[in-house]
């Protein structure tokens, strides 16, 4: 049984840093597709970014390209994402999510329903 739980949320001023990570249990985590995705309350969820499964290709949404890094490290089964100047929008809660691939290590979803395991989340709060 997968099980992802991600760590690192909390309350940060405009203009600070936030890291995130997610830790994969009861898988391989290299056989992964990872992605982070935020919901907003009132809005619906959004893809924040994904990675493959070599870390080589990365996608960002729009609204954080330039800010955010996402990044893996296979050897420990972690999942990271490194938040720099945050914006009161970028308030939400995080989620990681993983999805098994067997065919490609250079391909990454962005489409949330391509993913089959979620975290509980993390909430992130940016105060203006």
């Known amino acids: 049984q997968v099980q992802l739980v991600e760590a690192g949320g909390g309350l940060v001023q405009a203009g600070g840093s936030l890291s995130l990570s997610c830790a994969l249990s009861g898988g391989s985590f290299s056989s992964y597709i990872m992605g982070w995705f935020r919901r907003a309350p009132g809005k619906e969820r959004e893809l924040v970014s994904a990675i493959a499964r070599s870390g080589a290709n990365t996608h960002y949404g729009d609204s954080v390209k330039g800010r955010f890094t996402i990044s893996r490290d296979n050897a420990k089964n972690l999942l990271y994402l490194q938040m720099n100047s945050l914006k009161p929008e970028d308030t939400a809660v995080y989620y990681c999510?993983?999805?098994?691939?067997?065919?490609?290590?250079?391909?990454?979803?962005?489409?949330?329903?391509?993913?089959?395991?979620w975290g509980q989340g993390t909430q992130v709060t940016v105060s203006s």
């Open positions: 999510a993983a999805k098994r691939d067997d065919y490609s290590s250079s391909i990454y979803y962005t489409g949330s329903s391509a993913y089959e395991h």
